[in-house]
């Protein structure tokens, strides 16, 4: 099995809803997101799945993000609160359509760093 890992960062607002303490207020991260992909069977070149594909695509998503208040943005509009927990969970979400990702190679698990010291990985259960 191999196991590659792509990394990328942005940054961006929210507020945690109901939160008892100070996340309840506006504020912002410096956020880095990893994605792990994995499959045992390589292509031709010997590649599990190109990483200029799987960065571009992680690239493309973030972007989205990039400078937002994320509680404006769909699904946060709703109500869900933008916690790291369902931060990754979205993007592992919209990753896992990345056409890079519809053969062999499949999402592991997305990683999501509010700060240098806090991180949550969320993977889809099996």
């Given at each position: 099995?191999?196991?590659?890992?792509?990394?990328?960062?942005?940054?961006?607002?929210?507020?945690?809803?109901?939160?008892?303490g100070k996340c309840d207020r506006l504020?912002?991260?410096?956020?880095?997101?990893?994605?792990?992909?994995?499959?045992?069977?390589?292509?031709?070149?010997?590649?599990?799945?190109?990483?200029?594909?799987?960065k571009g695509a992680l690239r493309e998503?973030?972007?989205?993000?990039?400078?937002?208040?994320?509680?404006?943005?769909?699904?946060?509009?709703?109500?869900?609160?933008?916690?790291?927990?369902?931060?990754?969970?979205?993007?592992?979400?919209?990753?896992?359509?990345?056409?890079?990702?519809?053969?062999?190679?499949?999402?592991k698990c997305i990683e999501v760093w509010?700060?240098?010291?806090?991180?949550?990985?969320?993977?889809?259960?099996?």
């Amino acid at each position: 099995m191999f196991e590659i890992k792509v990394s990328a960062e942005f940054e961006a607002a929210h507020r945690i809803a109901g939160y008892p303490g100070k996340c309840d207020r506006l504020h912002g991260h410096s956020w880095t997101v990893q994605a792990r992909i994995v499959g045992s069977e390589l292509d031709e070149l010997g590649m599990l799945v190109d990483f200029k594909k799987i960065k571009g695509a992680l690239r493309e998503l973030l972007e989205t993000l990039d400078h937002q208040f994320l509680n404006e943005l769909a699904p946060f509009s709703a109500g869900l609160n933008p916690t790291a927990e369902n931060i990754a969970r979205y993007i592992y979400d919209s990753l896992a359509e990345c056409p890079a990702l519809q053969g062999k190679a499949r999402l592991k698990c997305i990683e999501v760093w509010e700060s240098p010291k806090s991180s949550v990985v969320y993977s889809k259960d099996e």
